[in-house]
């Protein structure tokens, strides 16, 4: 376990910050299962879910409020270490284009690899291994899950596993506990950068604010579309022209 306990380059808990945040949050819980629960849902409640760059340490995702799955993993990890909880990494390969669901529109399902990987933690608590993922946040949960099996809201005992609602089919390959995934976190993006991730995080917001008053997926595109122009009529026409160029590749290839 003692891997497992250890500060890393990416999971500094030894910064003050954190260690401000992991005493705050447990204070006064009697062991390390209700502590891990009240981190985890610390964790999924107060940060916001986005993607893109993920080469940030567990200090600068808390200091930012938001992250990606990998992020959100990282920062839970090292609040439970900060507290003397052994907790680890599970890294996943998934089919990138289907395992955030039916939501994502066709343009920015086509900049998403075809596999991809998604982290999430897992705690050692008496005696056994119990998985959670904080990644999805409660709003975006909330605001999304009626259209998306995968959004459906994560709850967690410390009990049992509790991770994203994901299509098994859609999982190729599981690995974990890892103590140490800094080697993965300061890997560099090979797509989650530029203008498609300034645009998929404006649609992450246009969930945010729009998504429970849709009723239907086929709605999403268009009501983005008339969302986008009123608030980044820039990203608007960029996202125009790169839906007709993906639109026109698709007729190419089809033929």
Known sequence: ????????????????????????ITENLKDDREKAVAIFYWVRDEIYYRVGLWNQKASKTLEEKKGTCTNSA??????????????????????GQQYFGPIVPKLLKKTISKESVHIHAGVYLN???????PSDDF?????TSHLNP???????DGKKDAVLNLEHEHIIK????????????????????GIIIKIANYYIDFLRESGHNIKSVDDLENRFKKWIKKK????????????????????LFDK
């Open 74 to 95: 990282n920062l839970f990890i090292a609040l439970c270490r900060s507290v003397g909880i052994p907790a680890g990494y599970y890294v996943l390969r998934v089919k």
């Open 150 to 156: 995968q959004s459906k809201l994560i709850e967690w």
């Open 174 to 193: 599981e690995e974990g506990p890892l103590a140490n995934i800094d080697n993965k976190i300061s890997k560099k993006p090979k797509t989650a950068k």
């Open 1 to 24: 376990m003692e891997d497992f306990l250890k500060e890393t380059e990416y999971c500094d808990f030894s910064h003050s910050k954190i260690k401000s945040v992991s005493q705050k």
């Open 139 to 143: 709003e975006i949960s909330q605001k």
């Open 127 to 133: 005696n056994k291994w119990v998985k959670c993922d």
């Open 232 to 251: 980044q009529v820039f990203y608007y026409y960029i996202y125009l022209i790169a839906s007709l160029v993906v639109a026109t590749r698709i007729k």
